[in-house]
């Protein structure tokens, strides 16, 4: 599964956008490893994705849905937005 989403990022963004991915962090496995972990344990996993600046959703799709077929809470909203979908989450 890396193999493919490594491949469908640096398809997605560049080489150069991949290079700057490994600076931050790890790179998609060690976030699924993480979330899956988390998930796993019991807990629910929130994700929330980013915004630009005129709020609108600017982050990986794939990525999100990969989180989202796991197990985790995947959401894009504004600050006004989060309390109600946070409260319907738990409910």
Known sequence: MENVLDYLYSREYGEEQE???DRQGGG???LYSTAKGIIESGAKLVVLTALDMDANPNYDRNAAAVLADMGAFVGAM????LAGW???MIA
């Open 19 to 21: 290079i700057r991915k």
């Open 28 to 30: 998609y496995q060690r």
């Open 78 to 81: 504004t600050p006004e937005e």
């Open 86 to 88: 946070i409260g319907k």
